[in-house]
């Protein structure tokens, strides 16, 4: 299995343009996760997908920030228009919820960088 | 809302000496998630603790989930240069779905040979 795939691993950007992360959960994993990490919040629930429904987004910090899960093997985190402080590193997770463990796998992590 | 209390923030530690890690949750937990993250890396599902007073072990690491369920530790044994990495505990409230998976900022663990 290649586990959970994020693109871009790196993304350098200027204030004010639209990013827009992407990731690919573990087939057969019936729940996805956006995590951001700073050194100051340490990690932070963005919002989570049950099924390809979102089910809290309260973790979103602004109108800024959307996510959607088209279907269950892709999902996608845009900002627009980014800002300086939503620099950090995104990860996406998954889970398969049929099983007591629930142990959430992690993606490698986009490093957004913006200018 | 729930929280999830992480200590200490940083430990640094000669090889060869215990490491502990201490998690504190504002509420009782159903159960409670540890995970490991190497530097530049992501982070890494070690266990999941669920009973009341659970104490489970993997190798050198001893985890223990309090009688209340509202604490957690890891504890090290003779730490080794494997080691180094930010180590997080995450919990779970009651009710909702699993979502609700609250981390710690995590304990930062330096090993100096």
């Known amino acids: 299995d290649a586990g959970v795939i994020q693109s871009p691993r790196h993304e350098v950007t200027e204030m004010g343009q639209e990013v827009t992360l992407r990731c690919k959960p573990i087939?057969?994993?019936?729940?996805l996760f956006w995590y951001r990490q700073t050194m100051m919040r340490g990690l932070e629930l963005l919002i989570y997908?049950?099924?390809?429904?979102?089910?809290?987004d309260s973790g979103m910090p602004e109108d800024r920030f959307s996510a959607k899960m088209p279907n269950a093997s892709f999902s996608t985190l845009k900002i627009q228009p980014s800002e300086p402080r939503d620099s950090a590193v995104y990860f996406c997770?998954?889970?398969?919820?049929?099983?007591?463990?629930?142990?959430?796998?992690f993606g490698p992590g986009t490093r957004l960088t913006v200018l | 809302g729930q929280q999830v209390m992480q200590i200490p923030q940083y430990q640094h530690v000669q090889e060869g000496e215990d490491f502990t890690t201490y998690c504190n949750s504002s509420t009782t937990l159903s159960n409670i998630q540890w995970y490991k993250q190497r530097p530049g890396g992501h982070p890494v599902f070690l266990i999941q603790l669920v009973k009341s007073g659970e104490v489970k072990k993997q190798k050198r690491l001893t985890f223990q989930f309090g009688e209340a369920k509202k604490n957690s530790s890891l504890h090290i044994t003779a730490t080794q240069t494997t080691d180094v990495g930010t180590y997080f505990c995450a919990g779970r409230g009651y009710g909702g779905s699993q979502g609700n998976l609250i981390f710690g900022k995590g304990t930062k663990l330096s090993v100096k040979p």
């Open positions: 997770a998954s889970s398969y919820g049929g099983v007591s463990y629930n142990e959430q796998f």
């Open positions: 997908f049950n099924n390809n429904v979102p089910i809290d």
């Open positions: 087939s057969g994993h019936d729940y």
